[in-house]
């Protein structure tokens, strides 16, 4: 993906970036891994300032097994990138980005299954924890159709 801009103060492209992703199916288990990267201007809105962000990357990788009336799944994202104001060289540190979900499905009966699931989030905002973007989570829980 290539973007240019218009703008006579960013120091790149409007976006400069590639994708890619593969899964896989063998039976009951489904594997899938992703990864992009790039460099964007990010435009600025009522709440954000427009940044520069370079050598932005992320990898998300996920599977999930199903076992008679058991599902379990699990997931997990890594990214880092390092934003500044625009036309100004990037000398902080990376922001980062951490999570992992784990859930387990188990059908109760027709119709009915409920769901154990975990996430962890992490992040850092150059180089410092942000407590906003970060923390832990317990799901319990049932879906019911009929």
Same mark, same amino acid.
């Given at each position: 993906?290539?973007? @240019?801009?218009?703008?006579?103060?960013a %120091?790149?492209?409007a976006a400069?970036?590639?994708?890619?992703?593969?899964?896989?199916?063998?039976?009951? !288990?489904?594997?899938?891994?992703?990864?992009?990267?790039?460099d964007f201007v990010?435009?600025?809105?009522?709440?954000?300032?427009?940044?520069?962000?370079?050598?932005?990357?992320?990898?998300?990788?996920?599977m999930?097994?199903? @076992?008679?009336d058991m599902? $379990?799944? !699990?997931?997990?994202?890594? =990214?880092?990138?390092?934003?500044?104001?625009?036309?100004?060289?990037a000398?902080?540190?990376?922001?980062?980005?951490?999570s992992?979900?784990?859930s +387990?499905?188990?059908? +109760?009966a027709? =119709?009915?299954?409920a769901? !154990? =699931?975990f996430?962890?989030?992490?992040?850092?905002?150059?180089?410092?924890?942000?407590t906003?973007? @970060?923390? @832990?989570?317990?799901?319990?829980?049932? %879906?019911?159709? $009929?």
């Amino acid at each position: 993906m290539q973007a @240019s801009t218009t703008s006579t103060s960013a %120091n790149k492209d409007a976006a400069s970036g590639m994708a890619v992703a593969i899964s896989a199916v063998t039976g009951d !288990l489904t594997v899938g891994v992703g990864y992009a990267a790039g460099d964007f201007v990010r435009n600025g809105g009522s709440d954000r300032n427009a940044m520069d962000v370079d050598d932005a990357h992320a990898m998300t990788a996920g599977m999930k097994y199903v @076992s008679g009336d058991m599902t $379990f799944a !699990l997931g997990v994202v890594d =990214g880092e990138a390092t934003d500044t104001t625009i036309g100004t060289a990037a000398t902080a540190s990376a922001d980062n980005y951490q999570s992992t979900a784990a859930s +387990v499905d188990y059908v +109760v009966a027709p =119709g009915v299954t409920a769901t !154990l =699931g975990f996430s962890d989030h992490s992040t850092d905002e150059a180089g410092t924890t942000s407590t906003a973007g @970060s923390g @832990s989570a317990w799901y319990i829980g049932a %879906n019911v159709t $009929f």
